[in-house]
């Protein structure tokens, strides 16, 4: 299943919002807050959209029932410090 959590983590990355939604609603299974096992980006899906500026998979996400907008990554870094970090600097 790390797969999945894989492709939407690279969606998120890269803005594909159409391939995000497709993985939503064909994957119920999807864990939504994942974290990428990436060495230098440990980030999950909605943190990985919020620091890139991809606001419509922002809503997406947030608009799901299984995201979890308070999970920090391992430094305790949440999506809400990564939407600050990106628009006040």
């Given amino acids: 299943m790390e797969e999945l959590e894989n492709q939407l983590f690279q969606a998120c990355l ?3 919002i159409e ?3 497709e993985l939503l609603e064909n ?3 999807i864990d939504l807050n994942y974290e990428s096992n990436n060495e230098w980006m440990k980030r999950r899906p909605l943190t990985i959209a919020c ?3 991809h606001i419509e998979i922002v809503k997406l996400l947030l608009n799901h029932e299984r995201i979890d907008i308070n999970k920090g990554n391992r430094d305790d870094e949440t999506p809400f410090k990564f939407c600050l970090f990106k628009w006040t600097y």
């Fill in 14 to 16: 890269h803005g594909n």
């Fill in 27 to 29: 994957n119920p299974e």
């Fill in 19 to 21: 391939e995000v939604k």
């Fill in 51 to 53: 620091s890139n500026g």
